[in-house]
């Protein structure tokens, strides 16, 4: 299996305290990069530090042209979409919100899945609506792992039970249940 | 993006990519727009969002309409380019364009300001109300540019949908607005039209920053996430151009969440507010990048 060389989760309702419950038990020494796409955040700066609070990583805000660095946490700036490109930097975008949604995680998901094909892990959380559904079979087509929150366990189970409607999952678990899966997917 | 533009990425990005060098030939040896040099992750986007759109099956399609159908080529200006944007969007810029550049400004008898990839025109009228409310717009010469002619069509009209009139006027307030925005629009069935006053010093004219090349001497360039879509070289290029645009100690405004780190014409500038991505030309420029 290709090695996993980084990890795009996306949530929207309910987001920031599960993100804060994955975050807080993903192995420090992961060598991988995680790149968030959370709609709820009210403020970017907010979200960072809730997040900072909780990660065993560094968490920062994912920067334009900048490179996606492994083992830190970055996280998309509000009202904008944010993009991987194949060089493994940074692209940010203004071309309107997809249904509703800037950042879409749709929209980073599909960027990401042609950057990283198999070596990437895509995990769609709680949330109250439909993004990252169709960016979730993008990356599974291309290759790469889907992790979906069981509906039942989501604070919000619209965004999982879309996600699991369109793309399906390699892995439908709840939210205790994934960073040890994510950690041994990494570190083996 | 739509299901459709999505179920065509990624199948075969070997494919994809052969496509799209075909489609952004067309363009520039068709028709004269040079793409190869944008960030390629959103322009491929835009371009599967065409496909989509056009109902055609792939990009090479696309391409065959867009080599053979002389009435395609604004249809695809249309998708390839940004007309997204609100009055006032990132309300402290504007009210920091109010309160320091603007007085930094008003020492000038003559004030010429360009806006380049002014798209559908909300922030040239923003920037005509703050003008005018800090009395420095009868000596104003403004240019509003972009490459859409359809855009600029649009940005002379000054017509936007009216359900947007709450929160630009909210974002107007929040700039520190001293009137109401309600004053400067009128409102009939679904529509809001600026008053017509706010462009009688604006000229807007079809500009294309890949290609085309300085034009005037301004005190202020405003260009606001339009370099997020350039790759590096192409970033570097415009900035040149923005600085030798620029007279000494004038001003640049740019998107909020714009990086220069990577471009060498960027030592040019001095930052006024790097949080809100205000700079000022330094005196003389200290280095030659001729080239870059």
């Known amino acids: ?188 | 993006m739509n299901p459709v533009a999505l179920n065509l990425s990624g199948i075969d990005p070997e494919l994809d990519d052969i496509e799209l060098n075909l489609f952004v030939s067309a363009m520039r040896q068709r028709h004269g727009y040079d793409f190869a040099q944008y960030a390629p992750a959103s322009l491929k986007r835009r371009v599967y969002q065409l496909v989509e759109q056009h109902h055609t099956t792939n990009i090479s399609t696309l391409t065959g309409r867009l080599l053979h159908d002389p009435t395609f080529l604004p249809q695809v200006l249309e998708g390839l380019s940004v007309p997204v944007s609100d009055m006032f969007r990132d309300p402290p810029v504007f009210r920091a364009l109010r309160e320091q550049v603007l007085p930094a400004l008003s020492v000038h008898p003559r004030i010429t300001i360009w806006q380049a990839g002014c798209a559908r025109g909300q922030e040239i009228y923003s920037l005509a109300i703050l003008l005018e409310e800090a009395g420095l717009y009868d000596r104003c010469q403004i240019y509003a540019t972009d490459f859409n002619d359809a855009a600029l069509r649009q940005a002379r009209e000054g017509i936007y949908p009216a359900r947007e009139a709450q929160a630009w006027s909210r974002n107007y307030q929040a700039a520190g607005g001293t009137c109401s925005l309600a004053d400067y629009y009128s409102a009939r069935y679904d529509f809001i039209k600026l008053d017509q006053r706010l462009r009688r010093n604006v000229v807007f004219a079809d500009h294309n920053l890949v290609t085309d090349a300085v034009f005037c001497e301004a005190q202020l360039v405003l260009c606001r996430n339009v370099l997020i879509y350039f790759s590096n070289p192409l970033q570097n290029r415009v900035l040149a151009m923005f600085r030798d645009s620029l007279l000494p100690g004038g001003f640049l405004c740019l998107g909020l969440r714009e990086n220069l780190a990577l471009a060498p014409a960027a030592r040019d500038f001095e930052a006024l507010d790097s949080s809100l991505r205000l700079f000022r030309r330094c005196p003389e420029p200290v280095h030659d990048h001729e080239g870059g």
């Open chain 1, 1 to 188: 299996m290709k090695a996993v060389e980084t990890i795009v989760i996306g949530c929207s309702t309910g987001g920031p305290g599960a993100l804060a419950r994955l975050l807080g038990a993903l192995d420090h020494r992961l060598p991988a990069s995680v790149v968030v796409c959370s709609h709820a955040a009210s403020s970017p700066h907010t979200l960072c530090q809730l997040l900072a609070q909780h990660s065993t990583l560094p968490v920062i805000e994912a920067c334009e042209r900048e490179p996606v660095r492994g083992g830190m946490v970055q996280v998309a700036p509000p009202d904008y979409h944010l993009l991987i490109e194949r060089g493994r930097r940074f692209a940010l975008s203004i071309d309107e919100p997809v249904g509703f949604s800037r950042p879409s995680i749709d929209v980073l998901f599909s960027s990401a899945a042609e950057a990283y094909g198999a070596g990437l892990i895509a995990v769609i959380l709680t949330g109250a609506n439909a993004d990252g559904a169709a960016g979730l079979a993008c990356v599974r087509r291309a290759g790469g792992v889907a992790i979906v929150q069981q509906p039942d366990d989501a604070a919000a189970p619209a965004m999982p039970r879309a996600a699991l409607e369109l793309a399906g999952a390699d892995h439908c678990l709840t939210l205790d249940e994934m960073a040890p899966l994510i950690n041994r997917l990494c570190m083996t």
